[in-house]
């Protein structure tokens, strides 16, 4: 059977495309177009994002820019500039994607660009220098000006999808109401990894008063000692002593965080923000203070998973945080989580865009 490429150098089949949440939340037209191209390229082609739920769209927009009076960008009542070295991406209720007419298409571009036409479709390349995004060839490119008049309607295109188009809707987000899935993926640490999992590992390692608190106990490695420790407390918390920091290893580590608190915990949540890309990497940022600037970003992204924007960071919070399928929380040991391969909607949307144009 033939696979097609999707992010971090995965293939998937077709039918894993078509049955995944990104796949499905796009326009029925926009679907068959999309699968009508990526079976037309014989595995040259596949389906990297098609549908991106708000909370993605705000991942991406805050980790690019920054709140500056002087800015270019307006967002929540803020002006925002673009942090050096990286390209522009747009606040929620701006991206056709968070509405089902765009997807971003991996794989051979060249072949992408010589046959995408036959589609009914139309690539970036010559608006952001995006040739991997396609919309549909006969509708405007701007989501405010399809918006002013929408062709084919506005979602929910199947009623699996809530989003739309006006003000409200983003206004309704941004004060606490519900809309978007978990960010992704979750965030895993196995002995000899590096990267944003290990750096919360750490420092909950400290926190816990497992690790002392220095500066040789944040190497960003997850090396012998790290994985001793974290064995040590598997074994004594009754989970699967194999290292491996998934969401009962995590359930098990962190603990309830409120505004107000100071100390170790908040440091851990504050690091667990930056890697999400929620806030940026500063000293103020990881103070270990509790205070209003991480609580309104807490409140904020609660909002926006459909959680009690309450600021308080207990089990149903890091769970999302943390980016866990299943909620946060210690389980017996023997218990196994299957590995059901790799699935489209669990792709880290910073990851996939590391580096890339994101309108």
Avoid: C
Avoid at 71 to 85: E, I
Avoid at 112 to 130: G, P, S
Avoid at 185 to 204: F, I, K, Y
Avoid at 214 to 223: E, F, I, M, V
């Amino acid at each position: 059977m033939t696979d097609y490429p999707t992010y971090a150098n995965k293939r998937i089949t077709i039918d894993k495309i078509v049955a995944s949440h990104t796949f499905q939340g796009m326009h029925p037209t926009m679907q068959q177009r999309v699968r009508d191209l990526i079976e037309a390229s014989a595995g040259r082609v596949g389906l990297g994002q098609g549908l991106r739920e708000p909370s993605q769209q705000l991942q991406l927009f805050l980790n690019r820019h920054v709140v500056d009076p002087n800015g270019k960008y307006t967002y929540a009542g803020q002006r925002w500039s673009r942090l050096p070295g990286v390209a522009a991406a747009a606040p929620p209720g701006k991206s056709m994607h968070e509405i089902g007419l765009a997807a971003d298409m991996t794989g051979d571009m060249a072949w992408l660009h010589d046959h995408v036409a036959r589609f009914d479709l139309q690539t970036f390349e010559d608006v952001n220098n995006e040739p991997w995004h396609v919309q549909p060839s006969e509708l405007p490119r701007a989501r405010s000006s399809y918006e002013s008049r929408p062709t084919w309607g506005l979602p929910p295109w199947d009623g699996s999808h809530a989003t739309t188009g006006d003000a409200a809707h983003t206004a309704g987000i941004m004060a606490g109401g519900t809309a978007s899935r978990p960010l992704t993926p979750a965030l895993t640490a196995r002995p000899g990894d590096t990267g944003p999992a290990v750096a919360v590992l750490l420092e909950a390692l400290i926190a816990r008063g497992l690790m002392p608190d220095a500066p040789g106990s944040r190497s960003g490695l997850y090396g012998p000692e790290p994985t001793r420790l974290v064995e040590d407390f598997q074994r004594t918390s009754g989970l699967d002593v194999d290292g491996v920091v998934g969401p009962q290893t995590w359930g098990a580590l962190l603990r309830q965080v409120r505004p107000g608190d100071r100390g170790a915990d908040v440091v851990v949540l504050q690091v667990t923000l930056i890697v999400r890309g929620l806030i940026a990497e500063t000293v103020g940022n990881r103070d270990g203070v509790y205070g209003s600037a991480t609580r309104d970003v807490i409140r904020q992204f609660q909002g926006l998973a459909g959680l009690a924007a309450d600021g308080e960071v207990g089990p149903k919070t890091w769970t999302v945080l943390i980016g866990a399928r299943t909620p946060v929380a210690s389980r017996t040991r023997g218990a196994t989580t299957p590995d059901d391969g790799v699935d489209l909607d669990d792709l880290d949307v910073l990851t996939a865009y590391d580096g890339l144009p994101a309108e």
